[in-house]
């Protein structure tokens, strides 16, 4: 099995010393930064002039600084900027202002790995990604758990960047749910893989695709809905809680045996040849080359996508139904 670090494993000595801006307080952006404040850290955020995000930064205590600022005063910068726009940001206010022995963070590889940023061999340059949204890694940390993490040293220019990834895994709180070493490139690929081909395109798909075949079949909307969308985190929350066992325990015997000979039925070789052309296009650098293209030319297509979305029949039903849910708290 692969060495995974708990709380007991790590202390936070380097971290506390260290002054840290969070670059960006978005969806980990600000979970990152409440959390290593909590955990006795001395943070600040940094963000553009106008940003939509500088009024919450600052309504939850915060300072907030330029970017470029924020890199001449601190001694670690955390990107959190979203993925698309960290290579302008660091081409324009990052680059010029590094010093020696700095430490820059990443939550995820991609920009690293597909060679957008290149950062110069005089500073640290490690990555903890969270396997999970920015909201519950603030959320379960309140509650005194965490969302687990990978974790991957770049470039140890000091010779404390092993020690300082996993103190800042600690620091927001992965290494309650437990931290695992891995690379940027793994990290990357295996992200991609697993947003596009299971958690995000797959999962939505099989959903809609379900939904849609009972709705043509001449049952009800809203029972499909039911079915195919809604009870799905009635399941997940079995699965991450027991896997595959503890679910099928809760689950009948007669979904049980569905489960065993339909599943195969739906994910097939066919399905799973699909996985591996999806993943030759992320490894290949095919799928990185396309959605940095994209980001170029005005996100014509991302923006076509997400208005066809919003007129799908399960999302119009979905949206009825839950605005009656009133144990859905509204965010
Ligand atoms: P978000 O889009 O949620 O947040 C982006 C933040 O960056 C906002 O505060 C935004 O401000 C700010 N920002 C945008 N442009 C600039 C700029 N030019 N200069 C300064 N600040 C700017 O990003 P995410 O949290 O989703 O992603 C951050 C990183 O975390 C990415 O690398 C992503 O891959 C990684 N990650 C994300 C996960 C997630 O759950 N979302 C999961 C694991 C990793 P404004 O409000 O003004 O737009
Ligand atoms: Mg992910
Ligand atoms: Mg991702």
């Known amino acids: 099995m692969a060495k995974m670090y708990y709380d007991k494993d790590v ?49 939850d205590g915060f300072e907030v600084k330029g970017v470029a600022q924020a890199v001449r005063d601190c001694d670690m910068l955390v990107m959190l900027l979203p993925d698309e726009k960290q290579k302008a940001v660091y081409d324009s206010e990052i680059e010029k202002n590094l010093k020696k022995g700095q430490t820059l963070v990443f939550a995820h590889g991609f920009n690293i790995h ?33 969302v687990p993490a990978v974790f991957a040293v770049y ?49 939505n798909a099989l959903m809609k695709a379900g939904f849609e075949t009972l709705v043509a079949a001449g049952y009800q909307k809203e029972v499909a809905y039911f079915e195919c969308l809604h009870e799905m985190k009635l399941v997940v929350d079995l699965l991450y809680s027991g896997g595959f066992e503890g679910m099928r325990y809760s689950i009948s015997d007669t979904a049980e045996y569905g489960d065993y000979v339909s599943g195969g039925r739906i994910i ?25 293209a994209e980001n170029k030319n005005g ?27 009133s144990f859905l708290n509204k965010k």
């Open 268 to 292: 097939d070789e066919h399905v799973k040849q699909s996985m591996r052309d999806v993943l030759a296009d992320i490894q290949s650098g095919k799928f990185a080359k396309e959605w940095i």
């Open 11 to 59: 202390d936070l000595n380097n971290l506390k010393n260290m002054k840290i801006a969070v670059a960006g307080y978005g969806s980990q952006g600000h979970a990152h930064a409440q959390n290593l404040r909590d955990s006795g850290c001395n943070v600040c955020i940094a963000l553009y002039e106008g940003s939509r995000s500088a009024e919450r930064a600052k309504n």
């Open 299 to 325: 996100r014509l297509n991302f923006n076509r996508y997400r208005e066809e979305a919003k007129n799908n029949e399960i999302t119009k039903v979905g949206k009825e139904l839950r605005s009656m849910m």
């Open 155 to 203: 470039n140890n220019y000091t010779k404390s960047a092993d020690k300082v990834v996993l103190e800042y895994a600690k620091g927001i709180g992965a290494t309650r749910a437990g931290i695992l070493e891995t690379t940027f490139k793994e990290e990357t690929e295996t992200d991609l893989f697993g947003e596009q081909a299971v958690l995000c395109g797959g999962v």
């Open 114 to 146: 597909f060679g957008q940023i290149t950062p110069p061999e005089y500073i640290d340059v490690i990555m903890v990604a969270p396997k999970g949204p920015g909201h519950l890694v603030r959320d379960v940390f309140k509650e005194g758990s965490g």
